[in-house]
Each structure stands twice: as C-alpha cells, then as structure tokens.
C-alpha cells in the first residue's frame, strides 16, 4: 500500500514536472504567446482596458502597464490610489509606484506628493536615470524637471478630507481589510512578442505615519518580472508584503516548478506562518508565467482581480485561505 508520505511526494513530482512542461511550451521557436493583461481589484478593469488597448495593436507590455495604472492614478473617485487618496495621519497624500519590463530595468518613486502621476515618473527614473528609486523632495524635484506639473486641484479631495476629518476625532489607526473592494493597483501583462512587465502604484495605507512606504515602490516586495519566469504583484498590507520580499518569492517558486496559483498559495501560507494575527488583515497576490497561466491568492475572502486576454473580459474573486 502506498504511504501517505510517497503519495504526496509523487504528487508533487508530477506538478512539478507538468509545470516545468507548461513552462518549457514558451520556449519553443514557433510558440504562439497569447497577451493577457491582469489586475488588481475591481478598478483593474478600467486600467486592464487602456492597456489592452496597446497589446491588442502589437505595443509593448511595459507601454501597457504605465498606461493602465495611469488609468487609476487620475480617477479623483479612488481613495486607495494617486491623488484621491487618504492622506497620511498628518493630512498629507503620499504616493508610491514602481514598474518593471523584460529586462529586469525599473524604476521607483516613493512618498511622492502633487504629482498625478507618479508610475510615469517612476518610467522616468528607469529609463533616464542610473537609479531605481528616489523619493520625497528629491523625486518632486526630478519630476518637476522631467516635464511633469504640479497638480493644481485640491489635495486631499473634499470627499478625502472627509473622511480624514471624521477619522480624527478617534485617531485609530486600524485600516480595515478589503476597503472599499479596492487597494493598490498592481498589473502585470504578456505582450505578443512573448515579453512580461509589471507596474504598481498607491496612495498607501489611509493615515499611516508621515514619511512611511509601503510595499508597492518596492521592487521584489510589490512588484517582480522576471522575463525567463514570470511576474507578479501585491496588494494590502505592505509592511506583511516586505517581510517575506512577497512578489520575488513567488516568481522564484514558480521558478523551482510551482504553477502561479500555486506559487500565489504559498506565498500567502508563509505571511500567515510569520504574523500569528491576521485578523482584519488582508493580503493578495497575482502571477503570471510566461506560458500565460495565471494564479490569485488572498489571505481571506474579497481579494479580486481583474483580467482582459482574447477570450474575453472579467472580474473574479481569488480564493483565499480564511
């Protein structure tokens, strides 16, 4: 009779080899690639449009990705993303973003303030800087110098200001999982030409410190493309995110044979073994390889996303651990 043990072992060894098969189809000569764009949360439907705009006439899914979140950087409406957003606890809106390509270039921007937007800027600095992150004063100033304008609307936004008003009269610092069905907006795509790039951008968590960053800027925590692999995002709380350096973990598992859901899985098991409270909490990953399968995974239940490829569009509920 087989153990258990030799069960779960040959099990393994099977997805492991069907994933490195699935894996080794995009390598071949005459493999078609089938473009897929991918996001997070309900407003990736929005951005997975304007980039599947640019896919769709034969563009580059690094231009898709900078077009798609920028799509998201402008909506005012967004409290979690660009200008919208809630200001930190001393009434200032921060922004981070970051973005990826094929080649491993990218470019960062953190706690960035009245720029609208800020994953452009963060282009900027991977492709005409020798840098991959700058931040503050220094990233405005490099913006203002690379053509970008001050954004002359009101900052925070009145519906911002708000609920920033009412939040003082407790001061708790207690953000709530899944807010407002929306969060960061990673994205990552697979262009015709068998390329992946990635891009993520945030307001950050609502009334966090002054001056903190989260995981979205971070390249290897919110966001990682590895081209011979795949790619990856994040969403939710940052700090849980960096400690296990989320999104480059899951490329390297599906590196070692994982398929994306089940790098995405694992990934989420590891932040859950390392924060015994996750009550409240939430984090979500989504992958890509570069065959494109695809894989979405929440601690718990109301992480969605977003995808857009030739069969069509949609908006899905990942699974999720609790």
């Not at 919208?84 to 009434?91: E, L, N, T």
């Not at 598992?253 to 694992?266: D, I, K, T, V, Y």
Request: charged fraction near 20%; glycine fraction near 12%; proline fraction near 3%.
């Amino acid at each position: 009779m087989t153990s258990r043990r030799h069960f779960i072992r040959t099990s393994s060894l099977g997805a492991l080899g069907l994933a490195l098969n699935q894996q080794s189809l995009a390598d071949e000569p005459d493999y078609k690639f089938k473009p897929i764009v991918l996001s997070t949360w309900r407003h990736g439907l929005a951005a997975n449009q304007a980039a599947w705009n640019i896919i769709n006439s034969g563009g580059t899914a690094l231009d898709a990705v900078e077009a798609g979140v920028s799509v998201t950087e402008s909506d005012l409406t967004n409290m979690s993303v660009g200008l919208g957003g809630r200001p930190d606890r001393d009434g200032f809106v921060t922004l981070d973003a970051c973005i990826m390509d094929h080649l491993s270039r990218c470019g960062s921007v953190a706690f960035l303030q009245h720029i609208e937007h800020p994953i452009q800027v963060a282009r900027k600095v991977m492709d005409q800087t020798p840098h991959v992150m700058l931040v503050g004063e220094g990233a405005y100033q490099f913006a203002l110098e690379s053509g970008f304008k001050r954004f002359v609307g009101e900052v925070p936004t009145a519906k911002a200001k708000a609920a920033y008003d009412e939040w003082l009269k407790k001061g708790e610092y207690q953000p709530p999982a899944n807010v407002e069905n929306h969060d960061t907006i990673g994205m990552v795509a697979l262009d015709s030409h068998g390329n992946l790039s990635g891009a993520c951008t945030t307001s950050g968590l609502g009334y966090k410190m002054h001056g903190r960053v989260g995981d979205s800027p971070i390249i290897g925590a919110g966001l990682f493309v590895d081209n011979e692999v795949g790619a990856a995002t994040a969403t939710g709380v940052g700090e849980m995110v960096i400690r296990i350096a989320g999104a480059h973990t899951v490329v390297e598992l599906m590196r070692h044979g994982a398929s994306p859901q089940q790098a995405c899985e694992e990934a989420i098991d590891r932040i859950i073994k390392k924060h015994p409270d996750v009550a409240d909490k939430q984090v979500g990953f989504l992958a890509i390889n570069r065959a494109g399968h695809t894989g979405a995974f929440g601690i718990r239940k109301g992480f969605q996303y977003a995808q857009q490829a030739e069969t069509g569009v949609g908006l899905y509920d990942a699974t999720s651990r609790l």
